[in-house]
């Protein structure tokens, strides 16, 4: 009796640890959101939960995949060198965000593919979230500020941010959100208001005047039509054809930002440029995370000052070598095999990936990939992808 009350009592205790690692697991992107002091501390607290929750519940963590491995050798081959080059102490101070996320990436890999309930309120939690920085965008918009003060940018949107490069990329991820819960209800109150939630991204976008996220919006019409989902391409159209008048409607200026989109003479091109002086400099093992800001200056070209290089792949080669570069490739290659022959029939996976995409395609040229807002929400949409990924494997073995 005293061993049964003993294994009550703790399910009961590991229930509880669960549902609280949960709404931190809910609470920590919203914090990275609003900028908290405290999102370190968020963070920790998941890895502390998580470890007791295995613990309490005798079972071992499932971390693997078939990206876990290069994941790994992505980590060590970005913290290593630079802590050689740089020391560990400034390597820590500059990279723990990374090491951080990709903590937050497994424990999200084995916690979804554990409770898989996790990943409809996420996308749920998601979609809510970018409700809010739309009616943030449309009042800054308006008004000139948003909810919590910030400012246009050149008449661009930010929301909550201090760069309309973050609100696409926050916003890119979440638009496939409410096409999922469209497919997933027959309640047409709900399909209403998803499609209500596609134009607020839509003309979000526009807002802030992305010229990558109009990309990433072709690429999404384009998947829906490899798809074939009539049901659903129609509205999209139709949103489609609505950002096009709200385009022309240019009170401000916007326009001759999509206008210039071929422009070669843009200043990331002289960027890159430069970014490829460095690189030759050391291409095996980089400079160290975060060298960029203070070894741009000495090759500058026309004045032009930036804190990283703009692109993801030139940022990696010149932060931490030829090896993290090629780790990364693979992880990118290897995402895009295992999703693509599967884009028609794995509906949440597909989802999953898409949006994985889009934030792809409006970041990867336009705000630097170890960044702390951008590592986490890179590896948090890459965790939950992989984490469904791993549901769908399982469920293929039930069906064999």
Not at 84 to 110: C, M, N, Q, S
Not at 120 to 136: A, P, T
Request: aromatic letters at 18%; hydrophobic letters at 55%.
């Amino acid at each position: 009796m005293e061993q049964t009350a003993s294994i009550i009592d703790r399910r009961r205790f590991s229930s509880w640890i669960n549902r609280f690692l949960e709404v931190l697991l809910y609470a920590f992107p919203i914090s990275l959101l609003f900028k908290w002091s405290y999102a370190y501390s968020i963070c920790v607290s998941i890895f502390g939960l998580y470890l007791v929750s295995i613990l309490l519940e005798r079972r071992f963590p499932r971390f693997d995949s078939a990206l876990s491995l290069s994941v790994v050798l992505f980590l060590l081959a970005v913290i290593i060198p630079s802590a050689i080059l740089i020391g560990p102490a400034d390597t820590w101070r500059e990279g723990k965000h990374v090491v951080y996320a990709l903590g937050i990436f497994f424990v999200l890999v084995d916690w979804i593919s554990y409770r898989p309930i996790v990943l409809r309120r996420y996308f749920f939690l998601l979609m809510i979230l970018s409700v809010f920085l739309s009616l943030d965008s449309f009042l800054q918009w308006f008004t000139g500020k948003d909810i919590i003060g910030m400012e246009l940018l050149g008449g661009r949107c930010t929301s909550v941010f201090t760069n309309p490069n973050y609100l696409c990329f926050f916003i890119s991820g979440t638009i496939p959100v409410p096409v999922y819960f469209m497919h997933e209800t027959k309640n047409a109150w709900i399909k209403t208001f998803c499609i209500v939630v596609l134009l607020f991204s839509y003309v979000t976008i526009i807002f802030a005047g992305v010229r990558s996220g109009l990309l990433a919006l072709l690429i999404f019409l384009i998947f829906y039509l490899v798809r074939q989902e009539g049901k659903v391409i129609w509205p999209l159209l139709g949103l489609s054809i609505g950002s096009i008048l709200l385009y022309f409607y240019d009170p401000i200026g916007i326009k001759g930002r999509f206008a210039g989109i071929f422009d070669h003479g843009d200043v990331r091109l002289a960027i890159w440029k430069q970014t490829l002086v460095l690189i030759r400099q050391d291409p095996l093992w980089g400079k160290g995370l975060d060298t960029f800001k203070d070894l741009y200056p000495a090759v500058k070209a026309d004045e032009i000052f930036y804190s990283s290089p703009h692109n993801f792949f030139l940022e990696i080669w010149q932060t931490s070598g030829i090896l993290a570069l090629l780790l990364f490739l693979y992880i990118i290659y290897k995402t895009v095999v295992l999703n693509v022959k599967h884009i028609r029939q794995e509906r949440v996976c597909a989802y999953l990936f898409i949006s994985t995409v889009m934030l792809f395609l409006t970041s990867a040229v336009s705000i630097p990939f170890f960044s702390k807002f951008v590592s986490f929400y890179f590896w948090f949409y890459f965790g939950l992808l992989i984490g469904a990924m791993k549901i769908q494997a399982a469920n293929w073995v039930k069906l064999g």
